[in-house]
Nanobody, 125 residues
């Protein structure tokens, strides 16, 4: 599997910002679609954003549009999630996930076969 390690989580007040990172040690990173999803306590996983291998096309959940930005630097085998205007309801464990790109399934982050250990984001009122 493609190994992924998330970092950058922390505790912030509502309205604050964080940038999450997801680094891979696999040579396959630059041909993978990569995305972010979250799990809040007692809730199911929800997809935040997805980005194609070249970085030119992205997809966002309605709840984060205009607030979060997904990006990648393939030379560093790293995925990023810039999170602005954070809300208490954004509190969750955030995971990155990766899969070989397919045009018909690239947005299905929860079905990607590779994922990291997660990084905690806590937003206080």
């Amino acid at each position: 599997q493609v190994q992924l390690v998330e970092s950058g989580g922390g505790s912030v007040q509502a309205g604050g910002s964080l940038q999450l990172s997801c680094k891979s040690s696999s040579y396959l990173f630059d041909i993978c679609v990569v995305g972010w999803y979250r799990q809040a306590p007692g809730k199911e996983h929800d997809v935040d954003a997805t980005i194609v291998p070249g970085g030119g096309v992205t997809d966002y959940a309605d709840s984060v549009k205009g607030r979060f930005t997904i990006s990648r630097v393939n030379a560093k085998a790293t995925l990023y999630l810039q999170m602005n205007s954070l809300k208490p309801e954004d509190t969750a464990l955030y995971y990155c996930a990766a899969a070989r790109f397919r045009s018909d399934t690239w947005k299905r982050v929860l079905e990607y076969p590779n994922w990291g250990q997660g990084t905690q984001v806590t937003v206080s009122s």
